[in-house]
T-cell receptor, first 112, second 112 residues
Framework: SQQGEEDPQALSIQEGENATMNCSYK?????LQWYRQNSGRGLVHLIL?????REKHSGRLRVTLDTSKKSSSLLITASRAADTASYFC????????????FGKGTMLLVSP | EAQVTQNPRYLITVTGKKLTVTCSQN?????MSWYRQDPGLGLRQIYY???????DKGDVPEGYKVSRKEKRNFPLILESPSPNQTSLYFC???????????FGPGTRLLVL
């Protein structure tokens, strides 16, 4: 079963603008992770936020987590054309079988 | 270099002809997993392994087998492939369940 759902499905912006992607999930989690995938390639881990954390930064990335709303957001500031990729959230559920469950992703296009 | 390798990268086969996709990691990770990625469906987990000789079904295990005889290797076996198994397959590993996953480059499979 897929727990994370990203929103929007696709996002098109200009270089220099900020990009915000959201992820909603259904059950209690241990952590939530964001991954990036360039077309047809393997996913690359971006950032992990634990259930007891509310915000985390890594370079131009800012992730927030609201466990009461079961949602997370990924903000990419000052986007570059090289940020063009699909972004996935993945949740490590607190209960149930041991698996990291991925959403369907947000496709981000950053135009020069 | 720490990495997850998969072979082959591309494979065209015919219905019913058994095939194996190999996956190997050099990071001494305990957790390994197989995913398939299809348009509009995101990543879905096929099988995972918590450690040597410990494997379990993911969301879409039908038609697949796995084994974990050694810590570093986690092959995916399709005993009788069918066209609905045409997909992009990813192997991933992590130190333990729920931790950051490292993905292989993917295997694109076409079953005729």
């Amino acid at each position: 079963s897929q727990q994370g759902e990203e929103d929007p499905q696709a996002l098109s912006i200009q270089e220099g603008e900020n990009a915000t992607m959201n992820c909603s999930y259904k059950t209690s989690i241990n952590n939530l992770q964001w991954y990036r995938q360039n077309s047809g390639r393997g996913l690359v881990h971006l950032i992990l936020i634990r259930s007891n954390e509310r915000e985390k930064h890594s370079g131009r990335l800012r992730v927030t987590l609201d466990t009461s709303k079961k949602s997370s957001s990924l903000l990419i500031t000052a986007s570059r054309a090289a940020d063009t990729a699909s972004y996935f959230c993945a949740t490590d559920a607190r209960s149930g079988y041991s698996t990291l469950t991925f959403g369907k992703g947000t496709m981000l296009l950053v135009s020069p | 270099e720490a990495q997850v390798t998969q072979n082959p990268r591309y494979l065209i086969t015919v219905t019913g002809k058994k095939l194996t996709v190999t996956c190997s990691q050099n990071m001494n990770h305990e957790y390994m997993s197989w995913y398939r990625q299809d348009p509009g469906l995101g990543l879905r987990q096929i099988y995972y392994s918590m450690n040597v000789e410990v494997t379990d079904k993911g969301d879409v295990p039908e038609g697949y087998k796995v084994s974990r005889k050694e810590k570093r290797n986690f092959p995916l076996i399709l005993e009788s492939p069918s066209p609905n198994q045409t997909s992009l397959y990813f192997c991933a590993s992590s130190l333990y369940r729920g931790k950051t996953q490292y993905f292989g480059p993917g295997t694109r499979l076409l079953v005729l």
